[in-house]
């Protein structure tokens, strides 16, 4: 396994990532590297291509309606984690 050694942490972090790794009952090194995976599994690759011609047709729809959204348009967009 790899080793990663992390300088310059400030004071405050630090504290926060060692009281979260108490509450886990988990050491700091646990600790950074279960931050690290959540983090890291969380991104997705975008399509920017999709993303932006989606991004049209909704500002496209919201003109045509004089800028509103219907409630079954937010709940679509909550779904899928732009709210």
Do not use: F, W
Request: glycine share 4%.
């Amino acid at each position: 396994m790899a080793i990663l050694t992390i300088r310059n942490v400030p004071d405050d972090l630090y504290d926060r990532l060692k009281a979260r790794a108490a509450e886990q009952h988990r050491s700091v090194n646990g600790e950074v590297i279960e931050c690290l995976r959540i983090a890291l599994s969380a991104r997705q690759p975008r399509d920017t291509e999709a993303l932006l011609a989606r991004a049209r047709a909704h500002r496209h729809r919201l003109e045509t309606r004089g800028g509103r959204l219907t409630l079954a348009e937010m709940s679509e967009a909550r779904r899928e984690g732009r709210a």
